[in-house]
Structures are given as C-alpha cells and as structure tokens.
C-alpha cells in the first residue's frame, strides 16, 4: 500500500510539475499594440508571388513591405498582401489586432484631362 501511495503521488508530482523555462500562460500573450493610425497605402507592385508596397508613415517617412521581408516595426507583421490591399497583424496579441489597407480608385484608373480653360502644368505651348 505504501509502495503504491508513493508511485501514486510520484506520478502525480509529474502532471503538477512546471516547466521552468516556459513561460507563464499569462505572459504568452502581448498586450494591445498602438494601432497603426495615420499610415497610408501608396501603392503596390509585383506578381501573385512576390508583391512590394509602400506605405507612409504619419511622420512621412516611406516605409517598403516586402512579401518576403519581415515588417520593420515590431511586433506587426505581414499576414497578406494582394494586387490592392495588404494587411498586418499582432500574432501574440491576447486581443486580435489586424489593419488592413486598401489602394483608393479602381484598377487602370487615371487622373481626368484637365478641363479646356486650364493651361497645362508645363507652361504655354507655342
């Protein structure tokens, strides 16, 4: 009885015991991020497979987003890009944190002629 008291509580210590270099559950996930307020999507380039965008910072700085290349501001990064949209996300965050950016207009879109009383932008023409 005392030889199977003792492999009883052996075995249970096992299922009690923790891992000490796992981090708590608690601290498995990251708490909210600044969401990314004031950027904008300039543009997109590329193929299906390989696509390259740059967005602006409220700041004005560019920033290049590769398919390929991790996103430059942690802990954001890069779940999609496509011909008109990419998107971003916190994996580890404990609320789900996701932006997306759409290009504005419609694919093949130019800007209008200017209208028959406006002079070009370049100057008179003789």
Avoid at 59 to 77: A, D, H, I, K, Y
Avoid at 85 to 105: D, E, I, N, R
Avoid at 108 to 113: A, E, F, G, L, R
């Amino acid at each position: 009885m005392r030889h199977s008291l003792l492999i009883l509580l052996l075995c249970w210590g096992d299922v009690l015991a923790r891992d000490p270099f796992r981090p708590v559950a608690a601290s498995l996930c990251q708490a909210a991020v600044a969401p990314l307020t004031g950027w904008r999507l300039q543009g997109i380039a590329g193929r299906e497979t390989r696509y390259q965008a740059w967005l602006l910072t409220p700041q004005g700085e560019r920033v290049t987003v590769g398919s390929n290349t991790p996103f430059p501001l942690t802990p954001w990064q890069l779940v999609a890009v496509t011909s008109r949209s990419l998107t971003l996300a916190v994996p580890a965050s404990c609320h789900a944190q996701q932006t997306t950016f759409y290009l504005k207009g419609y694919a093949h879109v130019k800007d209008s002629d200017p209208a028959p009383h406006q002079q070009p932008a370049a100057g008179l023409r003789r």
